[in-house]
């Protein structure tokens, strides 16, 4: 079966809502393209995550929220296309203020979305693990969540907090209770730096569906999803590793091309055509297609 004949009549929203549900915690690998999403999907996962830093870097560009709704959009459609699994993707700011983020909501579920997570910061918006990140007010954050929940179908939203680095753990778990009453679904309390914040953060918001990042080289510490879970959280995300290790990989190959004029150094490393062909299904194509040329010429 190819993502041309899949049909899913279940919205991605209300599959991801649904998985919600489940009490074990909720893996939601990076996948930075449809090739990704694809493997992803093949090593057994059920959800998977659409990172902005992965987006942009992709693009060449930093995350400094420089990219679009129609850029996000095109990853949208690769990732939820190519899987068929429901995705959460990484919305920023919302692109603007609300209005702006109501339309980013409808072209996201257009697109494929099944979930997104919002945050509190301003324009221009940083990586949640760096300095001097600059927020908007509990009030103003609030509003472009309930607008958000206004403009979504079944779109899964989620309250993404930076406010720890700032203001501290109560004034973040403030924002988490004012978001929740906005509409939101869950929340992503950022950039905790310990597991006793970390376990502070549920125990305040119980029954409550929290996120944890596991990004590398970032201010929290890097549990298992089983640890995690034990902690009281329901999703994990580890956003930007396949791009990381892909990066890394390219940047091999292109020194061993320039040191050695040729890439027979690189082949063990190398995905073969078979390996290739068999992820994307490229004979699956090819039956579909003969199929529907015998049907119209018998």
Request: glycine share 8%; aromatic share 6%.
């Amino acid at each position: 079966m190819t993502f041309l004949t899949h049909h899913d009549n279940i919205p991605a929203g209300r599959r991801f809502h649904d998985r919600l549900a489940d009490p074990t915690i909720f893996r939601l690998p990076g996948a930075h393209n449809g090739q990704a999403a694809l493997q992803a999907r093949g090593a057994g996962f059920e959800g998977l995550y659409l990172s902005g830093a992965a987006m942009s870097a992709s693009m060449g560009l930093p995350d400094l929220g420089l990219i679009t709704i129609d850029d996000v959009c095109f990853f949208i459609r690769q990732v939820a296309g190519a899987s068929g699994l429901p995705v959460l993707v990484d919305a920023d700011t919302g692109y603007g203020e609300a209005l702006n983020a109501m339309v980013m909501v409808r072209r996201f579920e257009e697109a494929g979305a099944a979930a997104i997570h919002l945050e509190d910061q301003i324009l221009p918006k940083k990586c949640g693990h760096l300095s001097d990140k600059r927020l908007a007010t509990p009030a103003d954050m609030a509003a472009k969540i309930a607008a958000v929940c206004r403009a979504r179908r079944d779109l899964v939203v989620i309250a993404r907090t930076d406010a720890v680095a700032n203001e501290g753990i109560d004034a973040a778990i403030s924002r988490a209770h004012l978001y929740l009453e906005a509409g939101a679904d869950a929340i992503f309390p950022e950039a905790l730096t310990d597991v006793g914040m970390m376990r502070t953060f549920a125990e305040a918001l119980p029954g409550i569906p929290l996120l944890a990042n596991m990004t590398e080289f970032g201010r929290t510490p890097r549990l298992t999803g089983a640890e995690l879970e034990d902690l009281g959280y329901r999703m994990v995300i580890w956003p930007v590793s396949s791009l990381r290790v892909a990066n890394r990989a390219q940047e091999n190959l292109y020194a061993a091309l320039r040191d050695h004029d040729c890439t027979d150094a690189m082949l063990p490393a190398m995905q073969t055509r078979q390996e290739l062909y068999d992820t994307l299904g490229y004979f699956a194509f090819e039956d579909l297609d003969a199929g529907i040329r015998r049907s119209v010429l018998p």
